[in-house]
């Protein structure tokens, strides 16, 4: 079969087509694997039964019921919550939004994609630009959604050692270049894989390196503010004409339904719109029905702040001190967990790849990522990429620990 380029590029091997297939296919065949590898949010009970009262009210009227299963919505998303959103962000945070700042996409993954080709790749007048990473290690998902080759700029970070087993990354301002071949700028906040969180002066003077050179910075907030807030320290949301906020339905406890939001101004919104038509002609309307009530009366903060964020961060300081336990003095250490659902470690001087840790990980069913996957746009060998894992700990404390005993027990094998 022979393929065009676009078919070689996307169905050549990828990192999230490796860390999909890893997790469905041990859901499938039935081992007793120790899922420490996917970003699929918890099922909280008080979450779960949220949405579970609404599902009912949805299904029990027959107006709802049809808008839910029977009605397209516009390419730009559900009307009533496109509209509603604007109105709780303005409340929350004192933004100037209408309806036409916001659209919906069928999940984060396809607005990324869409933005992505916009502003990066080839143009019109025969140039080419690329997105830029202000840091990397960044999300696995980024790597492949370009079009064209050479389509990401990233930048190593700043490593700031915090104590003898705790690290943050930062921003290395004095290495980061922005000049005409750059689309867009673009960062999470907290930042898949590590939990990082950019701190508020980083990102003024990111907006400020947008602003001077006219182009857009995208801020992918899926685990950030408004919700699902986790977020495990401080950070003010930020939004102007030149930002693309994009939020995402998926780690409030939706990751089914596929709902992404993107925040922009009125140009960018029409655009994504008319790529809406194109590609799937409109969102999907579950995830907006569903959320749409909390979002009107502003219940969801509630949910965040009193559920959902203080869940994930005891999970996360219980995995730490797990680690501190188990890993003893090796050379071992974790990023500080300022948000997200997961843990980065970094073994300094690892003997052997992440890639191979990993594979002999899941030999003793644990599943995690290889660190390596993360770095799009650093294409020399910097060693810091081969020795670093994601790990997630959304899972129980029995399999969280059981799975860090088994990391820790073949980590200690390669140090000896």
Same mark, same amino acid.
């Given at each position: ?19 999909? /297939? ?19 949010? *918890? ?32 390419? !730009? ?18 933004? !100037? ?45 980024? %790597? ?39 689309? *867009?700028?673009?960062? @999470? ?32 907030? %899926? ?43 009125? !140009?960018?919104?029409?655009?994504? @719109? ?18 749409? /009530?909390?979002?009107? /009366? ?12 203080? #869940? #994930? ?29 997961? +843990?980065? +470690?970094?073994?300094?001087? =690892? ?39 994601? =790990?997630? #700990? ?23």
């Amino acid at each position: 079969m022979k393929l065009s380029a676009f078919g070689e590029k996307f169905t050549s091997h990828s990192g999230i087509l490796s860390l999909m /297939d890893d997790l469905g296919n041990a859901l499938a065949d039935g081992k007793d694997m120790i899922m420490m590898g996917g970003g699929n949010p *918890a099922h909280i009970p008080e979450v779960e039964a949220v949405f579970r009262q609404r599902l009912r009210q949805i299904t029990e009227s027959q107006a709802e019921f049809t808008r839910l299963v029977g009605t397209y919505d516009p390419p !730009q998303g559900e009307k009533d919550f496109v509209r509603e959103m604007a109105a709780f962000l303005n409340r929350q945070f004192g933004w !100037q939004l209408t309806a036409n700042n916001i659209a919906l996409s069928n999940g984060s993954q396809a607005a990324f994609f869409m933005l992505f080709n916009m502003f990066a790749g080839r143009y019109g007048d025969g140039g080419h630009k690329r997105i830029q990473l202000p840091l990397a290690p960044e999300y696995i998902g980024y %790597a492949d959604a370009g079009l064209s080759d050479d389509f990401f700029a990233a930048n190593k970070p700043e490593i700031e050692h915090l104590d003898q087993h705790t690290f943050k990354y930062r921003v290395d301002f004095q290495e980061l270049v922005i000049d005409d071949s750059i689309g *867009a700028i673009c960062v @999470s906040r907290p930042t898949n894989p590590t939990g990082n969180v950019l701190t508020d002066s980083e990102i003024e003077r990111l907006d400020s390196l947008a602003l001077q050179h006219d182009i857009p910075m995208i801020i992918d907030g %899926a685990y950030g503010t408004p919700f699902p807030k986790l977020i495990f320290t401080e950070a003010t949301p930020r939004w102007n004409e030149h930002t693309i906020l994009c939020l995402s339905l998926s780690k409030l406890g939706l990751p089914a339904v596929r709902t992404g939001i993107v925040v922009a101004n009125e !140009q960018v919104i029409r655009a994504l @719109s008319g790529i809406n038509a194109i590609m799937n002609l409109a969102p999907n309307s579950t995830g907006s029905l569903l959320a749409l /009530d909390m979002i009107r /009366d502003d219940s969801i903060n509630a949910l965040c702040e009193n559920v959902i964020r203080p #869940y #994930y961060q005891e999970k996360a300081q219980f995995a730490v001190n797990c680690l501190k336990e188990k890993l003893g003095d090796i050379p071992w250490h974790v990023h500080k967990p300022e948000g997200a659902m997961f +843990l980065w +470690l970094w073994f300094e001087g =690892l003997p052997v790849s992440s890639l191979e840790l990993y594979e002999r990980l899941k030999a003793r069913n644990v599943l995690v990522v290889s660190g390596h996957y993360f770095f799009p746009g650093i294409d020399d060998d910097w060693p810091h990429k081969h020795e670093c894992l994601r =790990l997630t #700990y959304t899972r129980d404390h029995q399999d969280v620990e059981q799975g860090l005993t088994i990391l820790a027990e073949e980590v200690h094998k390669l140090y000896r």
